[in-house]
């Protein structure tokens, strides 16, 4: 069972930031991709950031250059750090992490989720 911690959502005015952090443990043999998705109430769940293992990354056009996804892989952390927030950021932010216990089978893992509301 691997579990998930998600901290630091919240509130916070347009142009405003905030720093995400998402530590995984549990059984895992290694961590391959970590990211952050948002769902927004109406609105399907989006890939917001994700990051290899090799530290390749990925961004939603909506997020490049005001957002950053980092990792701790001596921690099993990834962090979304959230610069010039806008109130479209404002959703639920869910951290995922793909994982092998044994072998070639990649797992999925969830976190419960963090509010993040960015008022105008």
């Known amino acids: 069972q691997v579990q998930l911690v998600e901290s630091g959502g919240g509130l916070v005015r347009a142009g405003g930031s905030l720093r995400l952090s998402c530590a995984a443990s549990g059984s895992m043999s290694s961590i391959n991709a970590m990211g952050w998705y948002r769902q927004a109430p109406g609105k399907q769940r989006e890939l917001v950031a994700s990051i290899g293992s090799g530290g390749n990354t990925d961004y939603a056009d909506s997020v490049k250059g005001r957002f950053t996804i980092s990792r701790d892989n001596a921690k099993n952390t990834v962090y979304l750090q959230m610069n010039s927030l806008r109130p479209e950021d404002t959703a639920v932010y869910y951290c995922?992490?793909?994982?092998?216990?044994?072998?070639?089978?990649?797992?999925?893992?969830w976190g419960q989720g963090t509010q993040v509301t960015v008022s105008s």
């Open positions: 995922n992490v793909k994982y092998r216990r044994s072998g070639w089978y990649e797992y999925d893992a």
